[in-house]
């Protein structure tokens, strides 16, 4: 497809719009092989936790297309609302035209200024990633019960509260409850669905948007893919729901004012092919 009907180039997919055929006017989404994380000694660790792209897995667009397309079918059959409208290639899909959800800048005459360009939401079944490395008074792997963030999208994602988004007028009250009740019962699918298969959810993100043709309805949008899930095989919670074996597998470290922390169960990407996709 040619790259003048390109309508947004993002780290992991290219969204292009479809000027003919059966699908005219609708878009299409193209999983690409590229991978965000971070370099340690010179060499790329994956990590779809982080935000930049560091190099590229062959084959892991394939792989994302077939794992967000099970997904959305998924949650199709569950009653929840999305963009999807079917696969028509290993890494190709055809979804109906939304806008992310935004907000134009309000005073584009002072330097510096900037839209808000599309927001994503991250739920988190426990404690780690980011979510820990800025609140370290919190035990790693601590359940916190499907919480929900909203992040503005962009070179480096940067957290948001929904207060702010109410009064900035980014947001309605109305649709940041329902955005909020809309993410929880997504993860709850989702988590539920790899329960099934001995694994647990560590945490997640959903990118939503507005239907750009009829009433727009605010649904998923994006994909739902290794890209944006954090997944262990190992989790044995206690009466609160936290981890019980935390100090097997999350790895903390504090080094020149900065925290990492990593989870050793954590299950790459690559193996969610043998275990939804065989």
Same mark, same amino acid.
């Given at each position: 497809?040619?790259?003048?009907?390109?309508?947004?180039?993002? +780290?992991?997919?290219?969204? =292009?719009?479809?000027?003919?055929?059966?699908?005219?006017?609708?878009?299409?989404?193209? &999983?690409?092989?590229?991978? @965000?994380?971070?370099?340690?000694?010179?060499?790329p660790?994956?990590?779809?936790?982080?935000?930049?792209?560091?190099?590229?897995?062959?084959?892991? *667009?394939?792989? %994302?297309?077939? =794992?967000?397309?099970?997904?959305?079918?998924?949650?199709?059959? +569950?009653?929840?609302?999305?963009?999807?409208?079917?696969?028509? #290639?290993?890494?190709?899909?055809?979804?109906?035209?939304?806008?992310?959800? !935004?907000?134009?800048?309000? !005073?584009?005459?002072?330097?510096?200024?900037?839209?808000?360009?599309?927001?994503?939401?991250t739920?988190?079944?426990? %404690?780690?990633?980011?979510?820990?490395?800025?609140?370290?008074?919190?035990?790693?792997?601590?359940?916190?019960n @499907?919480?929900?963030?909203?992040?503005?999208?962009?070179?480096? $994602?940067?957290?948001?509260?929904?207060?702010?988004?109410?009064?900035?007028?980014?947001?309605?009250?109305?649709?940041?409850?329902?955005?909020?009740?809309?993410?929880?019962?997504?993860?709850?699918?989702? #988590?539920?669905?790899?329960?099934?298969?001995?694994?647990h /959810?560590?945490?997640?993100? &959903?990118?939503?948007?507005?239907?750009?043709?009829? $009433?727009?309805?605010? /649904?998923?949008? $994006?994909?739902? #893919?290794?890209?944006?899930?954090?997944?262990?095989?190992?989790?044995?919670?206690?009466?609160? *729901?936290?981890?019980?074996?935390?100090?097997?597998?999350?790895?903390?470290?504090?080094?020149?004012?900065?925290?990492?922390?990593?989870?050793?169960?954590?299950?790459?990407?690559? $193996?969610f092919?043998?275990?939804?996709? !065989?």
């Open positions: 497809m040619s790259e003048k009907n390109l309508v947004f180039r993002g +780290k992991s997919k290219d969204v =292009f719009q479809i000027t003919e055929g059966p699908h005219k006017d609708k878009y299409k989404l193209v &999983f690409t092989d590229r991978a @965000t994380g971070y370099m340690e000694d010179g060499k660790v994956f990590d779809p936790g982080y935000d930049s792209v560091v190099g590229e897995i062959p084959g892991k *667009g394939a792989i %994302a297309c077939r =794992f967000a397309t099970y997904f959305f079918k998924l949650l199709q059959e +569950k009653g929840i609302p999305s963009h999807y409208i079917d696969t028509i #290639s290993e890494n190709e899909m055809v979804v109906e035209p939304a806008e992310p959800l !935004s907000m134009p800048v309000a !005073s584009p005459d002072f330097t510096g200024s900037a839209p808000l360009e599309n927001l994503e939401f739920w988190r079944n426990n %404690a780690t990633g980011s979510f820990w490395r800025r609140y370290p008074f919190v035990k790693p792997c601590k359940n916190l @499907t919480l929900v963030e909203a992040w503005t999208k962009g070179d480096v $994602d940067i957290l948001i509260t929904f207060e702010a988004l109410e009064e900035t007028g980014a947001m309605r009250r109305e649709e940041i409850n329902h955005t909020i009740e809309l993410v929880k019962n997504m993860a709850g699918i989702v #988590s539920q669905e790899f329960a099934s298969k001995d694994l /959810v560590i945490d997640g993100k &959903f990118e939503l948007g507005r239907l750009k043709y009829g $009433d727009g309805k605010i /649904v998923i949008i $994006d994909e739902i #893919s290794p890209d944006v899930l954090r997944v262990c095989n190992g989790y044995s919670p206690d009466e609160n *729901g936290d981890c019980t074996v935390n100090k097997d597998c999350a790895v903390t470290n504090y080094s020149n004012g900065k925290r990492t922390i990593k989870n050793k169960k954590q299950v790459p990407a690559a $193996d092919t043998d275990i939804f996709l !065989s």
